[in-house]
T-cell receptor, first 111, second 116 residues
Framework: DGGITQSPKYLFRKEGQNVTLSCEQN?????MYWYRQDPGQGLRLIYY???????QKGDIAEGYSVSREKKESFPLTVTSAQKNPTAFYLC??????????FGEGSRLTVL | AQKVTQAQTEISVVEKEDVTLDCVYE???????LFWYKQPPSGELVFLIR??????QNEISGRYSWNFQKSTSSFNFTITASQVVDSAVYFC?????????????FGKGTSLLVTP
């Protein structure tokens, strides 16, 4: 079954802890993106990567980090420096057509 | 500055009514792309349509239709004979070559509720 998989679907963490969200795709696409969604807000771009070992900051990269060591994987770490980390996180891939296909999302709650 | 504006935060209609969701965008690029996505309660975003800036033809897909007008920088979405299953949040988005490698810039979304 091809597509993009995010895990975990729900995650609870204590304030001050780093958290890593997984995003995996098995369609061999180059471009991958991380977005954050808050209630009543659109999606805001955190980081994106267009090739392996390269990634760029989006509009709200502060407090987040990513890596792209393998084409199929683009994990996002929410660090303790992120002041308001509770949100819905969506990973997406672009098969080269400009259409983004999204994963099911990860809902992070910081207690 | 907001590049995509969806002025309608929430819309409520009764089943079988037609409904139009507005989207106004802002760009200086001559080549850009416009999108609509649907987000049902499950949370996953579902791609609906992509249009490029050189194609102003209106498009119809079943009960869905889109009206792209460059003169007013608008890309409105109409659902004809709405159904309860159409209830979702709908996002309009803009992709520009000059911005973040064609990453999408989203509006804040319009929440559509269709009641029986």
């Amino acid at each position: 079954d091809g597509g993009i998989t995010q895990s975990p679907k729900y995650l609870f963490r204590k304030e001050g802890q780093n958290v890593t969200l997984s995003c995996e795709q098995n369609l061999n696409h180059d471009a991958m993106y991380w977005y954050r969604q808050d209630p009543g807000q659109g999606l805001r771009l955190i980081y994106y990567s267009q090739i392996v070992n390269d990634f760029q900051k989006g509009d709200i990269a502060e407090g987040y980090s990513v890596s792209r060591e393998k084409k199929e994987s683009f994990p996002l770490t929410v660090t303790s420096a992120q002041k308001n980390p509770t949100a819905f996180y969506l990973c997406a891939m672009d098969p080269g057509t400009g259409e983004l296909f999204f994963g099911e999302g990860s809902r992070l709650t910081v207690l | 500055a907001q590049k995509v504006t969806q002025a309608q935060t929430e819309i409520s209609v009764v089943e079988k009514e037609d409904v139009t969701l507005d989207c106004v965008y802002e760009t200086r690029d001559t080549t850009y792309y416009l999108f609509w996505y649907k987000q049902p309660p499950s949370g996953e975003l579902v791609f609906l349509i992509r249009r490029n800036s050189f194609d102003e033809q209106n498009e119809i897909s079943g009960r869905y239709s889109w009206n792209f007008q460059k003169s007013t920088s608008s890309f409105n979405f109409t659902i004809t004979a709405s159904q309860v299953v159409d209830s979702a949040v709908y996002f309009c988005a803009l992709s520009e070559g000059s911005n973040s490698g064609y990453a999408l810039n989203f509006g804040k979304g319009t929440s559509l509720l269709v009641t029986p």
